[in-house]
């Protein structure tokens, strides 16, 4: 029997600030799905930003993904592996990239647990609260992606719904 | 309806530090500005929205301090419901509120120190940049980098548990709180497994003052005269004169220690206070009106609290107090590095007063909230980690908000900040065409003992890099760094 994986979903961003909120909304949508499939293997964290106490919450799991606005030019999201780096370039470091938590887990914990990030494409930036339309859908999208790589890793494939295993 | 207000991109997005430095014709710096781009359009933003909103809202301004924000505008609001000041709630409201304080102090310091001044203390001002961070820290002292990591941890878990949730916490609202501390909850925070319990954190804490006292015995020339300089202090005290971040008198002493502000109740702030604009600066810098803008500014933060207050109402803390006051005959310190000092011995007193705050059966209280008749008008104002923080709200009849003003802890601390960075770039800078890597982190530690917030504004965007810029007397730009 395979063993599902154990995976952290981990959502940041400020959701006071319209798309800023993507990864926060994520989060919630990815909980909702966990609950509803049953799986205890996985879990869902969310706060404004990652910080260096990130670093110990990362090392209990074995696979992490980050999720975060992007304003970078690419379609609707994006998924990449994370390698850890100690770059750090803010010189009042209140905020920490992943790759820089994954170094620190490594460093400190000892732990290197396989880790991505899914940034997804936002447009509105302002004090507001709620998401762009445009926004919304590449939530969509990305969820739908996102999902069926959970499955995955929970071996709950044979289980979903046909329209949520389209590759 | 409230008025749309667009923050242009850049305004959002350029949420950087900016050092100019100008030399003169013999290569000797001539002026220094230090330029921060804070976000102003929060106070508009505001108007018109349901008064009971704003503890809420406020958090939008910043992820890194949002429980300051929160609470300030909460202490606001008090006044505005009837609950009066400070001491108006009910002994649960007060104290679930300060736990909440004491628990962002200690993480947001703990942040600061370990993070980002102990590999310049650890490896020198000038040391090898590779090495100079958390990671070298890992490398050099592993027990020192986890303990940063597991303290912010146990700050940030009380934060959770007070405020409701890490993200828009609705912990505090108009007259009190919405919930108490469950003896599960307290249970956890105050006896959990180690390390993240209440007895470790004070045990941590003393650990890193001793750390940073021990450098400083070995580093003191540097330590103490690096941007050290005189001037006024701010802080809010409790009536007493003891130190309290949560609620007081404002009370400003000068280079003296002779009182310039006579522990005036802070509904009255701007009779007191007044901010100056300047031309080249998107940051306001404040003043003390009776003493006008060249002699009435002052610092604000960890060390102008421990030079404006009595003394410290807990024991540890008290004793490291006593120390750190007979270091200049009890006389006001001016030593820029000593924030770090001060802000070590502000991270002990909050540990002390976690663990004697869990300790107290009135955090079990239902009593949550009281009401009174309503004001149109509520002043909060509080200590956040970085200084004093002052949030003034107006309603209407129809309790919307009218007017609302802000003066955040970094904006308190200006002119300081410029005057650090113009001793620093003075020390290090003339005669230099060239910004070297140590001459660029000389002025970063200035920046850095400060604590300066510039995140008020969305993570995603708000990069915060610092750029210096050396320009000569010609004012032709001679060198430039970004890091």
Redesign the interface.
């Known amino acids: 029997m395979k063993i599902p994986k154990r995976v952290l979903i981990y959502g ?6 319209q798309d ?1 909120g993507l990864g ?1 909304e994520m989060a919630k949508k990815v909980e909702e799905w966990i609950i509803e499939h049953g799986l205890k293997c996985m879990q869902t964290e ?4 990652l ?3 990130d ?3 990362m090392s209990e799991w074995e696979i992490v993904v980050f999720v ?4 970078e030019d690419i379609h609707e999201y994006k998924f990449d592996t994370v390698e850890p780096d ?1 770059a ?8 920490v990239s992943p790759a820089y938590v994954l ?2 887990c490594d ?3 000892g732990k290197k647990p396989e880790t991505y990030v899914l940034g997804i494409k ?1 447009y509105e ?3 507001k609260e709620g998401l762009s339309d445009n926004a919304k859908l590449n939530l969509e999208q990305a969820f739908q992606f996102l999902t069926r790589k959970l499955a995955g890793w929970a071996y709950i494939k044979d289980n979903l719904p046909i329209s949520m295993l389209r590759e | 309806m409230p008025k749309k ?3 242009e ?1 850049v305004t ?1 997005v350029e949420g950087h ?1 900016k050092v100019t430095i100008m030399m003169d014709d013999f290569g000797n710096v001539h002026d220094t500005r230090l330029h921060i781009v804070e976000f102003r ?2 106070e508009r ?1 505001i108007q018109g929205r349901p008064y009971w909103e704003a503890p809420v ?1 406020v ?2 301004l910043c ?2 301090c ?1 429980v300051s924000h929160h609470l300030a505008a909460a202490k606001a609001l008090d006044v505005i419901v009837g609950a009066g000041t400070g001491h108006g709630l009910t002994a649960v409201g007060e104290k679930m509120r300060r736990l909440m304080h004491y628990g962002q102090f200690f993480q947001s310091h703990v ?1 600061h120190f ?3 001044s102990s590999p310049d203390f650890l490896f020198g001002i000038d040391g090898d940049p590779a090495l100079r ?3 070298g820290v ?2 050099a002292n ?1 027990d020192l ?2 303990q ?3 303290m ?2 146990y700050g ?1 878990e009380i934060i959770a548990k007070t405020a409701g949730k ?3 916490g609705t912990g505090a609202i108009p007259g009190g709180i919405n919930k108490n501390l469950s003896i599960a909850e307290r249970d956890e925070l105050l006896s959990g497994p180690d390390p993240l319990n209440a007895d470790k954190m004070i045990e941590w804490s003393v650990a890193a003052l001793e750390f940073f006292k021990d450098y400083h015995r070995n580093n003191k020339a540097m330590v103490d005269t690096f941007a050290a300089y005189p001037s006024n202090h701010l802080s809010m005290v409790r009536e007493d004169g003891a130190f309290d971040i949560y609620h007081g008198v404002l009370r400003a002493v000068d280079n003296d220690g002779k009182r310039i502000l006579h522990d005036v109740d802070y509904q009255d702030y701007d009779k007191y206070i007044e901010e100056e604009v300047r031309s080249w600066s998107y940051m306001k810098f404040p003043y003390l009106k009776d003493l006008g803008t060249d002699k009435g500014w002052y610092r604000v933060g960890p060390l102008a609290r421990l030079n404006v207050c009595d003394f410290i109402p807990s024991p540890l803390a008290q004793k490291e107090f006593e120390e750190f006051k007979a270091y200049t005959n009890g006389k006001p310190n001016g030593m820029s590095l000593h924030y770090h000092w001060a802000r070590l011995i502000e991270v002990l007193h909050c540990a002390e007063m976690i663990k004697v705050l869990l300790n107290d059966p009135d955090l079990q209280n239902e009593d949550l909230v009281v009401k009174g008749e309503k004001k149109h008008k509520g002043i909060g104002v509080l200590e956040a980690p970085r200084g004093t923080l002052f949030h003034h709200y107006e309603i209407n009849d129809d309790d919307q908000i009218v007017k609302a003003n802000l003066i955040v802890s970094t904006t308190n601390n200006n002119e300081p900040m410029n005057t650090a960075v113009n001793l620093t770039a003075k020390s290090f800078m003339n005669g230099q065409e060239v910004i070297t890597e140590p001459m660029m982190n000389a002025v ?1 530690v200035a ?2 003992a400060y ?5 008020c504004a ?4 708000g ?4 750029e210096v810029t050396l320009i000569n007397a010609k004012n032709e730009v001679i060198d430039q760094k970004n ?1």
């Open positions: 940041y961003g400020n959701p006071g600030r800023d926060t969310s706060n404004y930003q910080n260096i106490e670093a110990e919450k975060d606005a992007t304003q100690e750090q370039v803010e010189f009042t470091m209140h905020a170094h620190l460093k400190l914990f936002g930036w302002e004090l | 207000i667009t923050i991109p959002r530090g359009g929060f933003f809202l958090q939008r992820g890194i949002p942040l370990f993070h980002l961070n958390i990671i890992a490398q592993r980098a986890v940063g990591v597991m912010r941890k940030q890490k993200i828009h970063e920046i850095r604590d300066p917030c510039l995140s969305t993570h995603a965007l990069k915060m890099p610092l890091k």
